[in-house]
């Protein structure tokens, strides 16, 4: 069984940075797609960014130039550079990843890490 397990978050002032980190880890063949997704309070869960195995990225408009998604393919480990934050990106971030594991291929979710930016 693979999980995800999210590292980073904090609380932090208007415009400050922090970095997330997502280690994937168990019995795994190989990673696809990861992403970080957020959710705040009362809204639905949105995708923040994303990076496919070849290094390819997309983002949210409302976080592109300010966040930089990135992984090490050799320790199965996402990250978000989150720079320039603001007090909407106030959520609870959750890391996703698309995995080949002994269950096949299948989609799997971290346990998230709240973000906190104070105006």
């Known amino acids: 069984q693979a999980q995800l397990v999210e590292s980073g978050g904090g609380l932090v002032q208007a415009g400050g940075s922090l970095r997330l980190s997502c280690a994937a880890s168990g019995i795994i063949f190989s990673i696809n797609a990861m992403g970080w997704y957020r959710q705040a309070p009362g809204k639905q869960r949105e995708l923040v960014a994303v990076?496919?195995?070849?290094?390819?990225?997309n983002y949210a408009d409302s976080v592109k130039g300010r966040f930089t998604i990135s992984r090490d393919n050799a320790k199965n480990t996402v990250y978000l550079q989150m720079n320039s934050l603001k007090p909407e990106d106030t959520a609870v971030y959750y890391c996703n990843a698309a995995l080949d594991g002994i269950y096949g291929n299948k989609g799997y979710w971290g346990q998230g890490t709240q973000v906190t930016v104070s105006s």
């Open positions: 990076i496919t195995s070849g290094g390819s990225t």
